[in-house]
């Protein structure tokens, strides 16, 4: 009986080819949205209508992540040590970016320099040292040996900033798989993990602007990557940067989608693409100041869409009165800040924050082509003496407690009388804005019976070019559900994960369900089942950084999410079972299991007809809240991106089973 089992669940139906449905839909939508934006920037013309562009991105960015964090707490910045090298010194330092969040950094002061000198901040990449990185440490040398003071800091999840969480295995998370879950928790509180990397890049600026040394008007800022991320992000949200230097990042996301994988956390920006937003905005928000566009003609973000991104900008400061402030550096390399753009930058910064002109600047490349300051060693760089803040002040806090402390505040919000009429108004535009009703079209495909019991496939059409489908499982002694019309057994609608693909740990209850003169509809929700897209890069569909969650951040770039999407599925499919056995209200059961169960419990929110939700929870998957599971952790990834809604606590905390 099992292989029987198996080969239900490997069925592929030949009617429809649906595995590239989903993707089709997802990305007609977001090619529309961009080329709607590009519309929109072709439209500006004078000066008024680019400050009106500017204005309206960076309030419309603001508001995608959730605002920005108070910046009024005092820093209590410490230096922890000295260390005196060959032409320069480094300052280890611990500042606090909010109440005891620790931001460790290194301030790197040339041996030969003015009484007040300008600055850089130097913001890391996705390196697990991140600012005592080789790499990173020695493009802030380059910067020095400019002339420069340079403060490099280590940003959340790296370096000595690790929130120390553990995945499944116990291995150790840091780096994009802690954003990631950090990530997740700031989308269920409506909010973006990318509030926090602004946040401490800017007190790293107030730590800068607190110095005697420091001069406040000259203050740039590089980084590449992940840095490079937070670069453009500061370039957006802090007028005090007077100049900067992307690296790595800067493109075009509508040719990164078609040709590049997922993004970490802080790279995706809640409902933006859907106002028509692209990398062009990160650039025109900061016209007319200085900017070098630095990149690598072999990196994962297509070089062809960083030349299109910068050439479309160029007119925007020659509008200004500014051309050749607008500049893109390109050195022959796979990602990454390599010694030449470390050399571009700083030559940058030389001529727009140190005001040499053409001669000095020609003496310092060439000087530094020449030779280089001699590195230190990682250890030497750390400022803790155990190499992680966490594990040095007993009282650290996280962005995770930062979560716990904001979901309690929602908790009471949600349990108000006023909160009732705005949760519902919520979830109906979240689930069924941008979604196009069309007829179901059913087909239906007979199978032969499995261990008494009578198996039909159905598909149906949840959006137009989305279709949605499912086994219909009956007993013999109900044969005439086979037939589809004029049946009035109850149905009951199964949601897990894996849908028809996943059966045998069900097959007892879909017997026994049967067996109480039920029918059993498993059904498969978008990109579930036979409608599972290919694999990205080999990596598995549903955990973090596969295809499933490729197509949840460019959903949630559009102001949706695959959440939502799958909600709209099992309503859909209440319309599909209602049609097909002419039931009434009250027949028509849900039953759901893992994750999957916020699917359930929010279209039961939105339709009367299933109101009968099965509590699948037992001994061994007890029921936990969205908030706490998400209080945890995130432990095991699987699925996660695919049930999490922007903002959901606000309104419903759903209950799930951990399986």
Not at 279 to 308: G, N, Q, S, W
Not at 510 to 531: D, E, K, W
Request: glycine letters at 6%.
């Amino acid at each position: 009986m099992t292989e029987q089992i198996r080969e239900l669940e490997r069925y592929v139906c030949s009617l429809y080819w649906t595995k590239e449905q989903l993707p089709r839909h997802i990305y007609k939508r977001a090619d529309q949205a961009f080329e709607a934006g590009d519309e929109q920037r072709d439209r500006i013309d004078n000066c008024e209508s680019l400050e009106e562009r500017r204005q309206a991105m960076k309030q419309a960015f603001i508001k995608s992540i959730g605002g920005l964090p108070a910046i009024d707490a005092p820093l209590n910045a410490v230096v922890v040590n000295t260390v005196v090298a060959e032409g320069y010194t480094v300052e280890k330092i611990v500042f606090e970016s909010r109440p005891k969040e620790y931001v460790t950094g290194n301030m790197y002061l040339p041996a030969q320099r003015a009484e007040v000198s300008p600055a850089i901040l130097f913001l890391s990449g996705h390196s697990l040292e991140a600012k005592h990185d080789s790499t990173y440490h020695e493009v802030c040398l380059r910067m020095v040996q400019a002339g420069f003071i340079v403060f490099a800091v280590d940003p959340i999840g790296q370096g000595e900033r690790m929130t120390l969480l553990h995945d499944e295995e116990g291995r150790e998370v840091w780096g994009t798989a802690e954003h990631q879950r950090l990530g997740v928790q700031c989308l269920a509180l409506g909010q973006s993990v990318a509030r926090y990397f602004i946040h401490d890049a800017m007190r790293a600026v107030d730590y800068l602007e607190s110095r005697p040394d420091v001069d406040h008007t000259r203050i740039g800022v590089t980084g590449n990557s992940g840095g490079g991320t937070q670069t453009a992000m500061m370039m957006v949200c802090d007028e005090r940067i007077a100049a900067a230097a992307p690296a790595t990042f800067i493109m075009n996301r509508q040719q990164y989608m078609h040709a590049g994988g997922v993004q970490d956390a802080e790279q995706v920006w809640p409902g933006l693409s859907g106002l028509g937003f692209d990398h062009e905005d990160l650039l025109l928000a900061f016209a007319p100041k200085p900017l070098l566009v630095c990149a690598v003609k072999y990196d994962f973000f297509p070089i062809e869409a960083t030349r299109r991104t910068v050439q479309r900008c160029c007119r925007f400061w020659e509008m200004l009165g500014y051309g050749k402030r607008l500049r893109l550096a390109e050195d022959d390399s796979v990602h990454k800040y390599t010694d030449m753009l470390a050399i571009e930058a700083a030559d940058f910064f030389a001529e727009h924050l140190l005001g040499r002109n053409e001669a000095e600047r020609n003496l310092y490349r060439n000087e530094m082509k020449r030779s280089k300051l001699a590195p230190l060693a990682a250890e030497q760089l750390k400022c803790t003496a155990n190499g992680q803040a966490n594990r040095e002040y007993a009282d650290a806090r996280t962005v995770s407690d930062a979560f716990t402390v904001h979901a309690a505040r929602l908790a009471v919000t949600r349990a108000s009388a006023e909160n009732e009429g705005a949760a519902r108004e919520w979830l109906q535009r979240t689930v069924l804005a941008d979604r196009e009703r069309c007829e179901l079209n059913a087909r239906f495909v007979q199978l032969p019976s499995r261990d008494g019991l009578c198996i039909r496939y159905a598909l149906w059409w949840s959006q137009p070019e989305v279709m949605n489908s499912g086994y219909l499982f009956s007993s013999g002694e109900h044969a005439e559900v086979a037939d589809g019309h004029g049946c009035s057994t109850p149905i009951t609608i199964a949601l897990w994960p894996g849908g028809t693909a996943n059966l045998e740990w069900q097959w007892s209850w879909i017997q026994s369900m049967c067996a109480s003169g039920r029918t059993v509809l498993v059904l498969n929700v978008s990109a579930v089942g036979p409608h599972e897209p290919c694999l990205l890069y080999g990596r598995s569909n549903d955990r973090f950084f596969g295809m499933l969650h490729k197509f949840t951040d460019e959903l949630i770039w559009l102001g949706d999410s695959l959440a939502a999407l799958r909600t709209y599925d099992v309503l859909r499919a209440a319309d599909f079972a209602a049609s097909l056995f002419n039931n009434s209200g009250g027949q028509i059961e849900l039953y759901a299991k893992g994750l999957f169960r916020v699917y359930a419990e929010l279209a039961a929110e939105l339709d009367a007809r299933l109101h009968q939700v099965s509590l699948s929870a037992d001994g061994n998957s007890p029921s936990i809240a969205l908030s706490d599971w998400l209080a945890q952790g995130i432990v095991d990834d699987r699925d996660v991106m695919s049930v999490i809604i922007p903002g959901i606590l606000q309104y419903y905390d759903v209950q799930i089973d951990q399986l």
